[in-house]
C-alpha cells in the first residue's frame, strides 16, 4: 500500500490550501481515510477522517468549522480543505488508511510520508 501526500506550501494566516493524497495498492474504497499532523516539537495528532462511501466525518475541535475532509474513490483519492488558515496550523500533514473509524492513531494501518503546511503570521 503506497499513500502520496500532496499540496502543502507556505500561505498566509487567514488563506486556504488544499491537500491531496493519492492511495495504491488496495481497494481504497473498502478502507477508511483520515489526516494527521504533527507540528514542531508535539507528538503527532489527529485532525480529521471519513468513512469508505464518505458519508461521515469526523474532525479535531481546533479545525472543526475551517477544514473539510472529502475523497474521491473513483480517484482513490482523499482530500482536507483547509481554510482559515492559523500559525498554529503549521505542521507536517500525513494522511492514513485503516479498517477501524478511529482518531486513535495507533489504529491505523499504512501512513503517506508527509507535507509540510507552514502558516505565516
Known amino acids: 500500500v503506497q499513500l502520496q501526500a500532496s499540496g502543502g506550501g507556505l500561505v498566509q494566516a487567514g488563506g486556504s490550501l488544499r491537500l491531496s493524497c493519492a492511495a495504491s495498492g488496495r481497494t481504497f474504497s473498502n478502507y477508511r481515510m483520515g489526516w494527521f499532523r504533527q507540528a514542531p516539537g508535539k507528538e503527532r495528532e489527529f485532525v480529521a477522517l471519513?468513512?469508505?462511501?464518505?458519508?461521515?466525518?469526523t474532525y479535531a475541535d481546533s479545525v472543526k468549522g475551517r477544514f473539510t475532509i472529502s475523497r474521491d474513490n473513483a480517484k482513490n483519492t482523499v482530500y482536507l480543505q483547509m481554510n482559515s488558515l492559523k500559525p498554529d496550523d503549521t505542521a507536517v500533514y500525513y494522511c492514513?488508511?485503516?479498517?477501524?473509524?478511529?482518531?486513535?492513531?495507533?489504529?491505523?494501518?499504512?501512513w503517506g510520508q508527509g507535507t509540510l503546511v507552514t502558516v505565516s503570521s
Open positions: 471519513i468513512s469508505r462511501s464518505g458519508a461521515s466525518t
Open positions: 492514513a488508511t485503516g479498517v477501524r473509524y478511529t482518531v486513535v492513531e495507533r489504529d491505523w494501518d499504512y
